[in-house]
């Protein structure tokens, strides 16, 4: 008989807890020869994180408001996903165009406790990452290096996006 671990619970509950909505997005590889613009900032807990010094640990960055019914969707897929990865992958969750307090409020609600919230109040910071549509993800391998953008909900505990995981590991 099988053991459940608590992260094999987590990822079933998440499974069950996400529904075809999450089944509405695009992913594209990074465009060739465009640089991956800088990232710097405080998240709401008080830490400062710069993706340059995360080289060697592979990276999720995805830009998100509450105004956005298909980011509130998949926050919790998110969650899961942080959840399960722990120290293997960096879940840096950027707040466009909100003040630090709404999305802090949010972040609590939903009990979003293992994401690394960063707000961008003016949209500077998705400005320079060329994001225009929420959510959108772009996937950073180990390296450094932008692989995959992601445009829309996605069940981030589910297979396809498990693969694209697995590719920032090599």
Request: glycine fraction near 8%; proline fraction near 7%; include cysteine.
């Amino acid at each position: 008989m099988r053991m459940l671990t608590r992260r094999r619970v987590l990822a079933v509950i998440a499974a069950a807890a996400t529904g075809p909505a999450l089944a509405q997005f695009e992913a594209k590889p990074w465009p060739p020869g465009r640089a991956l613009p800088p990232l710097a900032g405080t998240d709401l807990n008080g830490q400062a994180w710069n993706l340059a010094e995360l080289k060697g640990r592979p990276v999720l960055v995805n830009f998100w408001a509450t105004w956005c019914a298909p980011c509130k969707e998949e926050m919790p897929t998110l969650q899961t996903l942080a959840e399960l990865e722990g120290e293997r992958l960096v879940v840096l969750a950027v707040n466009v165009r909100e003040q630090a307090s709404r999305a802090a409020r949010f972040v609590q609600s939903a009990g979003l406790t293992q994401l690394h919230v960063l707000p961008d109040p003016r949209g500077a910071t998705a400005r320079a990452w060329g994001v225009g549509v929420f959510p959108t993800t772009v996937l950073i391998d180990r390296e450094g290096r932008a692989v995959r953008t992601v445009t829309g909900a996605v069940d981030w505990t589910g297979s396809e996006a498990q693969g694209w995981l697995r590719e920032l590991r090599r």
